[in-house]
Nanobody
């Protein structure tokens, strides 16, 4: 499984960006897909996750501003980010969690940098 993330960039505070993550294989069977982020000096943290059934969970810091969606027909997960703040600056990584023989496996994209200027 390969995940290709895109959509990052430089945006002013209050602006919007849409991240995309395309899988090299069908996402129909993926248990969860999500977005994580890591700012310099910080640990990687969960931003948003969407289950196979469409249940969504968000970090408190992004609730009401970010929306995760999943299009299995396009093997893609999206993260719509609105009302961006400087503290949203980080490298954003997409994740796919897959149930396989012997357990659950995590796959990661290469990361896309989001920079929010004040």
């Amino acid at each position: 499984v390969q995940l290709q993330a895109s959509g990052g960039g430089l945006v002013q505070a209050g602006g919007s960006l849409r991240l995309s993550c395309v899988s090299s294989v069908s996402t129909d069977g993926f248990k969860d897909m999500g977005w994580y982020r890591q700012a310099p000096g910080n640990q990687r943290e969960l931003v948003a996750i969407i289950s196979r059934g469409g249940n969504m969970n968000y970090a408190d810091s992004v609730k009401g501003r970010f929306t995760i969606s999943r299009d299995n027909a396009k093997n893609t997960v999206y993260l719509q980010m609105n009302s961006l703040k400087p503290e949203d600056t980080a490298v954003y990584y997409c994740n796919a969690r897959i149930r396989g023989i012997g357990g659950i496996y995590d796959y990661w994209g290469q990361g896309t940098l989001v920079t929010v200027s004040s």
